[in-house]
């Protein structure tokens, strides 16, 4: 039984830089998710798919953000001209419905 | 918009004594679900409980139960026979229940549980 699997684990980039994240959920799992965590807060909701529909994204994407999940089945998260803001660790998840099941998570340092 | 606060950033508890994490939430919707969540150091986020709102028993899920208080918005952890295994970052997360739409989960900021040998 694979979970939801993320790459890399963790992404060292400079300020400026493009930097590009993989999840790949379980897979009959149909809807997926992005979250954001902070040091010392909750993970905050970013984007959501179903399939590979984007249905719902947060204010929080802003434009440097773009999310994709071809086919249904992977996704990716780009982040462009990064910010040290930007550093925190970027969560999926994945789940057929309700309960959502997490990956490790990567850990982004912008410097 | 729903917002979930725990006001215990830490706690600590003694190895097979019992614990309970609070958390409270703002909401109007009348169907929800509700869900903590444990984050082991350096580990992914797993499931430990979950409460549909429409329930009024408690879910209890083996050393774990709740105490949800519809009307008070509270929904706290009981943590019983504490283990080694269960210090972690603790969250609590609400669910707007929806036909088909987005379930996005709102945490709260988390508390920090760390189980004393």
């Known amino acids: 039984d694979t979970g939801v699997s993320q790459d890399p684990r963790h992404k060292i980039t400079k300020r400026g830089q493009n930097v590009t994240f993989r999840c790949d959920p379980i897979?009959?799992?149909?809807?997926l998710y992005w979250y954001r965590q902070t040091l010392g807060q909750g993970p905050e909701f970013l984007t959501y798919?179903?399939?590979?529909?984007?249905?719902?994204k947060s204010r929080l994407l802003s434009d440097r953000f773009s999310a994709e999940r071809p086919k249904g089945s992977f996704s990716t998260l780009e982040i462009q001209r990064t910010e040290q803001g930007d550093s925190a660790m970027y969560l999926c998840?994945?789940?057929?419905?309700?309960?959502?099941?997490f990956g490790p998570g990567t850990r982004l340092t912008v410097t | 918009a729903q917002t979930v606060t725990q006001s215990q950033p830490e706690m600590s508890v003694q190895e097979a004594e019992t614990v309970t994490l609070s958390c409270t939430y703002d909401?109007?919707?009348?169907?929800?679900?509700l869900f903590w969540y444990k984050q082991p150091p350096s580990r992914q986020m797993i499931l430990v409980i979950r409460?549909?709102?429409?329930?009024?028993q408690n879910a209890t899920e083996n050393r774990f139960s709740v105490n949800f208080q519809k009307a008070a918005k509270s929904f706290s952890l009981k943590i019983s026979d504490s283990q080694l295994g269960d210090t972690a970052m603790y969250f609590c997360?609400?669910?707007?229940?929806?036909?088909?739409?987005?379930?996005?989960?709102?945490f709260g900021k988390g508390t920090k549980l760390t189980v004393n040998p």
């Open positions: 998840a994945s789940t057929p419905i309700r309960e959502q099941y």
């Open positions: 897979s009959e799992h149909n809807r």
């Open positions: 798919f179903q399939n590979e529909a984007q249905l719902e």
């Open positions: 909401t109007s919707e009348s169907n929800y679900y």
């Open positions: 409460q549909e709102a429409y329930k009024q």
């Open positions: 997360a609400f669910m707007k229940a929806t036909q088909g739409g987005s379930e996005k989960l709102v």
